[in-house]
């Protein structure tokens, strides 16, 4: 398979990171005999120092042209000062709305070696493994009217939806769920919002073309305190922006290591942008201390989701779950690693496990 990729590394930790994932990338198509070639492009501050802009229009056609985008970090100290329109996360609003990416997935999966890590007791986060799957485009965070009124002693936000809208993230919720242990839960607040009524019945239209697939509607409030109770009863989460956002940052903490965490954001083809959730960690930048094991997977889910390349995708995640259990880690990890090593040594580990 021949495939072209844009490299987005951004700002701080993230040319770090952004690189370690390139070159496990570079490792997987050398095993499956695939040629994958590589784009390097600016964005965020870098893109700001060297273009004068955060997302230059050369770098969103060369990734509107690619098969997939791999992005670090953007943002840092230097670009906070700047006006609304020249800061760094700005470029990546415009890339995530430039290309319509509408669905954003967020694994969250619990290693056996890491279990120290997280604030829950072992013993009930213990085989948590389960995605998320946020409404990335629409929702509350985008219906309009939102704008006071009466000189502030009204407020109104609008939580608006088309249905198909609705259906393409469903969609992609059943899609993952066939791609994982086949049980769907669409979270939702149907008890009260008319939105959710109707997210409800698209769930239940779109179950008749996945009959494989379990399907259980729960309310969002349940969930949230699922999640920490007994994290292990999900397997794929399908919802609403803001109910998504929220649910994606308490899951988040679930492993107890952010550098640990993958991302996607999907549209309806193959097209989609991976980075990992932590942001360019300036604190750290230039040190060779950053996890890179957040943008591997994020490579990871890059070959599944983009390229349909499961054995490939699995034989990294098998990787970096061999390389844990050897007791390797770096230094952000809570629960001390027996071998703290850096960015260079880890990236060479999970080459060499490859
Ligand atoms: P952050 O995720 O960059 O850092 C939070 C803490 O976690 C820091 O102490 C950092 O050193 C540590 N950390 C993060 N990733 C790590 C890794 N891979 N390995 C080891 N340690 C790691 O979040 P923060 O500090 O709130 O934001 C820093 C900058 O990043 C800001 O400019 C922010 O706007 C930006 N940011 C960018 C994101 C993106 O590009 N998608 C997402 C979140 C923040
Ligand atoms: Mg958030």
């Not at 799957?133 to 109104?156: C, M, W």
């Not at 992609?172 to 919002?193: E, P, T, W």
């Not at 922006?241 to 549209?267: K, M, Q």
């Not at 098998?318 to 071998?339: C, E, N, R, S, W």
């Amino acid at each position: 398979m021949h495939k072209s990729i844009v490299l987005l590394p951004g700002d701080g930790i993230g040319p770090a990171v952004t690189e370690a994932a390139a070159s496990v990338l570079q490792q997987v198509a050398a095993n499956f005999s695939h040629t994958f070639t590589f784009h390097t492009r600016a964005i965020g501050g870098a893109a700001i120092d060297a273009a004068g802009e955060p997302l230059p229009a050369e770098t969103l056609q060369a990734c509107e042209e690619a098969d997939a985008i791999l992005l670090g970090a953007v943002g840092g100290p230097k670009w906070e000062q700047h006006p609304p329109h020249l800061r760094p996360e700005k470029g990546l609003l415009q890339l995530r709305k430039g290309i319509g990416l509408f669905a954003n997935l967020r694994p969250v999966k619990t290693f056996p070696s890491l279990l120290d890590s997280s604030p829950l007791k072992p013993e009930i986060v213990a085989g948590s493994d389960l995605l998320i799957v946020r409404e990335l485009t629409g929702g509350l965070y985008f219906g309009l009217p939102s704008e006071r009124r009466d000189n502030g002693q009204t407020v109104v936000d609008t939580l608006h939806y088309e249905r198909s809208e609705i259906e393409r993230i469903v969609e992609i919720g059943f899609q993952s769920a066939m791609l994982r242990n086949k049980r769907l839960a669409s979270v939702d607040k149907a008890n009260v919002l008319e939105s959710s009524k109707v997210w409800r019945e698209v769930v239940d239209e779109k179950s008749k073309d996945y009959p494989e697939v379990t399907v259980e509607h729960m309310l969002v409030d349940s969930t949230a305190m699922k999640l920490i109770t007994n994290p292990t009863y999900f397997d794929v989460i399908v919802t609403e922006n803001l109910f998504g956002d929220i649910l994606s940052d308490e899951a988040s903490v679930l492993t107890g290591s952010l550098g640990l965490l993958p991302s996607a954001s999907l549209r309806k083809d193959e097209l989609g942008l991976y980075e990992p959730v932590h942001g360019s960690a300036p604190d750290i930048a230039g040190k060779d201390i950053a996890n890179p094991l957040g943008a591997i997977l994020s490579a990871a889910m890059l070959l599944r989701y983009s390229f349909g390349l499961e054995k490939e995708a699995d034989s990294v995640e098998a990787a970096v779950d061999a390389i844990l259990t050897k007791g390797y880690g770096t230094a952000d990890m809570q629960a001390a690693p027996a071998f703290t090593v850096g960015t260079e040594k880890m990236t060479s580990l999970v080459l060499e496990q490859l």
